[in-house]
């Protein structure tokens, strides 16, 4: 079946401006979360979404925010982008099956703020 | 929250060698313990994982082991090849309930030298 697909690959915005990235989990996958990825700080938690209900946030400012859709698609934006957040956004989607709770990852949206 | 430290940040082995990844998280309530392996330009992908109720876990030459009363668990590898050589992730989340949150650390890159 096909992975977690994030569109798109790359982006390259000014500082100021505001982009959205989206996902789509694996089909049955109805958890999706985000963790935004740089060399210094390693993969950090955004937040997670469930049946279109963001459930956990991480300690991000409220310029980063999130969605889910009724189809487990997710779309996260970040407004009046800095230069540090640039940037690896990964997605990941899991089953919420408390004994079967893996973490697929997609490929990521690498994020360059100029 | 939850707080994962990871030693070392970087490891050099001759192929063939053993290498041993060591974390500690700080919340007791994780009984969650994945493993990532990240290649260069990819995207995370499990590698094993253990549950609390688990002391040990072996896939071939892999091995996960933790100690539940020290908040340590720590990755082995033996027989070491230079397809090994990435960068690690440890993670720790309470999959109970409805946190799926994962809390990584900061990644160890392992270079297997041939």
């Known amino acids: 079946k096909a992975g977690v697909t994030q569109t798109p690959r790359y982006l390259i915005k000014t500082r100021g401006q505001q982009v959205t990235l989206s996902c789509s989990p694996i089909s049955g996958h109805r958890s999706v979360s985000w963790y935004q990825q740089t060399p210094g700080q390693g993969l950090q938690f955004l937040f997670e979404?469930?049946?279109?209900?963001?459930?956990n946030k991480g300690n991000f400012p409220g310029r980063f925010s999130g969605r889910q859709f009724s189809n487990s698609r997710s779309e996260m934006n970040v407004s009046t982008l800095e230069l540090g957040d640039s940037a690896l956004y990964l997605c990941?989607?899991?089953?919420?099956?408390?004994?079967?709770?893996?973490?697929?990852f997609g490929q990521g949206t690498r994020l360059t703020v100029v | 929250g939850e707080n994962v430290e990871q030693h070392p940040s970087t490891l050099s082995v001759q192929e063939g060698d053993s290498a041993v990844i060591k974390c500690t998280y700080s919340d007791s309530a994780s009984n969650y313990f994945p493993w990532y392996k990240q290649e260069l330009g990819k995207r995370p992908q499990l590698i094993i994982d253990i549950r609390s109720n688990v002391g040990e876990k072996k896939d071939q030459r892999i091995a996960v082991t933790l100690n539940k009363t020290a908040k340590h668990f720590s990755l082995h590898i033996t027989e070491t090849q230079p397809e090994d050589s990435a960068v690690y992730f440890c993670a720790a989340s309470n999959s109970g309930g409805s946190n799926y949150k994962l809390t990584f650390g900061k990644g160890t890159l392992l270079t297997v030298n041939p």
């Open positions: 990941a989607s899991s089953r919420t099956d408390p004994l079967n709770t893996e973490a697929f």
């Open positions: 979404y469930f049946s279109e209900t963001q459930r």
